[in-house]
């Protein structure tokens, strides 16, 4: 359930499943069809769902709706928002919209004005879920949830609606440029930097096919490479061809589903991304006319092929993160879209993407804009953003890559997000020996020790590249006299409160 706390503008959701299997949406038939009439829906099969309610229809053919409490079709988009912040009905609602479209392509009754306002509720529901990533804060959790409706409505509620139009038009005009089907990138492993040659993960395809086309015939699936230049770099692209993807082969199954697991490329894109496209020939007869056509799917989530981690991380995370933050056109975006996006890339950085110890707080955010950004302002540009990655990027690429430096963030050693003057004030009145370490605020990628000396006075100490270069960090602090007792920030969920312990060295 979802509770909304104006004070602090948060969208509170209680845990749904996150491992959602898109491929368990789409019925299979009772039987065994051959391939010339296999479908994207079996026209025997009554679909089910999710709260296991099978979809009923009349003597008429209509269709009822046992969830919706016979509710109009059309979705009041007031009604959607309070749906959103209280919890209650969005999954629902989107289990009736997509109970309706399978529906409609189960009895093949339906009307233009029905498509109509049925993508006028998928477009709504985007809306929605559009508005929670850009205006409100959202927990880790939360922020899944959101990236996972998202792509539930895309991949497998638009492409039935696409399918219901094209069949309108060809009922009206048989020689419509429109195909009776669609070609869906239903998910994919990862996305973002990753080494050259190395699995880029699994890719999974699904071809959609109206109930009432047959002799379905198609080819091998095939992928192509898309350039998304770096906005930063003027270094033109390096034109990319079909061979530089590795273990790019793979054929529709019986149940018309490619997978592709060995995917790799073959050479490095940096410093631009490179998106997949994966397209196949199909052939179909649909009202006794023959149609062919290549089907492409949408664009993948982008990658960077890096020749070199330890160089190029750090600026291919920001670019990744950037694209995602601002895509092609746009310059300016909330201060929320930033702390969604940014959380979730700190998460995947810090190898926490599926399993979370130590998250971001709000204290921790605040601490990285207000460093590098004037909060004063109603937006934030891609100036804001560049200034603040370029400063906290280095940072992160240590914690990510250097030894024992992420097992110390994890484990809140590194208290990392501290000014001087508030590190001061946490070690204050405390023994000599007492030390944290905190990320270093002027010099940067760099990381300081505060800690009181003997003379209980308060000391700053910059751990220099140097300092650990043959020895570990954890070494470094060990062999150091000067720091005895290392302080650990714990967050206490509880009271929303960070708290000091103190340890005798690491």
């Not at 409100?136 to 949830?145: A, D, I, R, S, V």
């Not at 750090?314 to 601002?326: K, M, P, R, V």
Request: hydrophobic share 35%; net charge neutral.
């Amino acid at each position: 359930m979802l509770n909304y706390d104006t004070n602090a503008n948060m969208v509170m959701l209680s845990p749904q499943p996150t491992d959602y299997n898109m491929l368990s949406r789409f019925p299979t038939p009772p039987i065994q069809l051959p391939v010339q009439r296999m479908e994207y829906l079996a026209t025997k099969a009554m679909p089910t769902y999710e709260d296991g309610k099978p979809y009923n229809f009349q003597a008429s053919g209509k269709r009822t709706r046992e969830s919706d409490g016979g509710m109009p079709n059309k979705r009041r988009k007031e009604s959607v928002s309070a749906d959103l912040l209280n919890g209650i009905g969005f999954r629902t609602d989107v289990d009736a919209l997509e109970r309706r479209l399978d529906g409609y392509i189960f009895t093949g009754t339906y009307s233009a004005n029905e498509i109509e306002q049925e993508l006028d509720n998928y477009t709504d529901f985007i809306s929605d879920l559009e508005d929670l990533q850009d205006n409100h804060f959202l927990t880790p959790l939360q922020y899944q949830n959101l990236k996972n409706n998202l792509n539930r409505l895309k991949v497998s509620v638009y492409p039935k609606i696409t399918i219901l139009q094209n069949e309108l038009t060809l009922k009206q005009n048989p020689n419509a440029n429109v195909f009776p089907a669609a070609f869906v990138l239903v998910s994919q492993e990862n996305s973002g930097p990753i080494r050259e040659k190395i699995i880029i993960g699994n890719f999974v395809l699904k071809l959609l096919v109206s109930p009432h086309a047959t002799n379905l015939n198609f080819k091998d699936v095939k992928v192509n490479i898309s350039f998304i230049p770096c906005q930063r770099k003027n270094k033109p692209p390096t034109k990319h061809r079909h061979k530089d993807i590795e273990n790019s082969k793979a054929v529709l199954g019986s149940d018309l589903t490619a997978i592709f697991r060995e995917l790799k490329f073959s050479r490095g894109s940096y410093p631009h991304m490179i998106a997949l496209r994966f397209s196949v020939d199909v052939s179909l007869t649909y009202n006794n006319r023959k149609y062919v056509k290549t089907l492409d799917t949408e664009a993948s989530k982008p990658f960077i092929s890096m020749t070199n981690t330890g160089l190029q991380y750090q600026q291919a995370t920001g670019t990744d993160l950037e694209y995602s933050l601002f895509g092609d056109n746009n310059n300016e975006i909330t201060i929320q879209r930033l702390w969604n996006m940014f959380h979730n890339q700190f998460l995947i950085s810090t190898d926490q993407d599926a399993n979370i110890e130590r998250a971001l707080s709000r204290q921790d955010f605040d601490f990285l804009t207000n460093c590098k950004i004037d909060m004063s302002q109603e937006y934030i540009t891609r100036s804001n953003y560049y200034d603040m990655w370029d400063w906290f990027g280095p940072a992160l690429k240590k914690i990510k890559y250097k030894k024992h430096f992420l097992w110390m963030f994890i484990k809140g050693f590194l208290a990392v997000f501290l000014t001087r003057e508030e590190a001061e004030q946490v070690i204050s009145n405390k023994n000599d020996g007492t030390f944290l370490v905190r990320m270093s605020v002027s010099q940067v990628g760099l990381f300081a020790v505060t800690y009181i000396n003997d003379k209980q006075e308060i000391n700053h100490f910059i751990i220099r590249e140097e300092f650990i270069k043959s020895q570990t960090i954890v070494d470094f602090l060990i062999n150091a006299d000067a720091f005895k007792n290392i302080l650990q920030v714990c967050f206490d969920e509880n009271t929303n409160s960070i708290n000091w312990v103190t340890h005798d060295k690491v």
